[in-house]
């Protein structure tokens, strides 16, 4: 009778927890909530995160307080997450680096699939392949047979080793089977006056830096790197379009929180994020900031990480980027 009875006993309180589970679920959030984002005030992932954590605090009623926590290409960001309480007050701003850092460094403090939660990939940001007008090339299909003709006389300036900017000339040297030479510069802002002086004949910048410059006519941009047109770029070509099928490449923002959050909270931000993103006002904020919204399932966008990063992992390796 005594195993019986212990049997009873454990079985009452898995019940009792998982109803405690789920009432804490229905009556979030009743605290404010903290977004992590894993990069300094002022960039594009945090301007967007800000946008998202306003309309929540407005629908949810409880503030949504940013949390930028810089460092280690946003592993450090990336860890407090995984290591807090999966009860949806602790979030991630999750970007591509997620993806990518799996390829870059040999050891990671956290599983980026195992310990998250994906909630949804808030939006798409596209980068443009640039060229400084010196350069005689008008479109990507034109660069590659440049590139091929003169290899390794060609350079292209990123933001820093392993960023999209980077990422993204190591595919287009891949795919086109080019030889163009990576020079890497300490930020965005750098990268672009490499790219405005001519030092370096080709740059992947965001849109919103780059178009001031692209309407005075200091650089050239010859396509997008996602797979569908700009909204802000419409008449732009798709790489995709311009010789080299298939390739789409963003600088994506999702959300994310530990492993185990409740299914009730995930469903509850996902849909009042999805809500948000189809305000116009609210669309036309992410797109001034050359983002396309999105506002995917937590289904699609748990299928969207693991497929990324098999595929950042695969061009590191092919690239020869040794990890750190």
Not at 234 to 253: I, K
């Amino acid at each position: 009778m005594i195993p019986v009875f212990r049997c009873t006993t454990a079985c009452l309180c898995g019940v009792l927890l998982l109803s405690g589970a789920a009432a804490s679920a229905q009556g979030y959030p009743v605290k404010p909530m903290r977004f992590i984002v894993p990069f300094p005030a002022g960039g594009f992932s945090d301007v967007l995160a800000r946008l998202i954590g306003q309309k929540l605090t407005e629908q949810l009623g409880q503030p949504v307080v940013m949390d930028n926590r810089p460092g280690a290409s946003g592993n450090i960001g990336a860890e407090a997450v995984a290591r807090a309480a999966p009860d949806g007050y602790t979030l991630l701003s999750t970007s591509t680096n997620f993806v990518t850092n799996p390829g870059l460094f040999k050891k990671l403090p956290f599983d980026p699939v195992r310990d998250f939660t994906p909630i949804t990939l808030i939006s798409d940001n596209a980068l443009l392949v640039t060229v400084h007008p010196s350069m005689s090339v008008r479109t990507v299909k034109e660069l590659i047979a440049l590139a091929r003709a003169r290899p390794g006389e060609i350079n292209f300036a990123s933001s820093g080793p392993g960023t999209t900017p980077h990422l993204i000339g190591e595919l287009i040297n891949l795919q086109g089977k080019a030889n163009t030479v990576h020079v890497p510069y300490k930020g965005g802002g750098a990268q672009m006056t490499a790219i405005l002086s001519g030092e370096v004949a080709v740059a992947f910048p965001y849109i919103t830096p780059a178009l001031p410059h692209l309407r005075s006519g200091r650089i050239r941009a010859l396509a997008v790197s996602t797979a569908k047109r700009a909204s802000m770029l419409p008449n732009l070509p798709t790489v995709a379009e311009s010789g080299l099928p298939g390739f789409d490449v963003s600088g994506w923002l999702g959300l994310s929180g530990p492993a185990k959050l409740p299914a009730e909270i995930v469903n509850l931000l996902q849909t009042r994020i999805a809500q948000s993103l189809r305000e116009p006002a609210v669309r036309e904020q992410f797109r001034s900031q050359g983002a396309d919204p999105v506002g995917s399932s937590p289904e699609a966008f748990a299928s969207f990480i693991p497929a990324q990063i098999d595929k950042w992992t695969s061009v590191i390796r092919q690239a020869g980027i040794v990890p750190q």
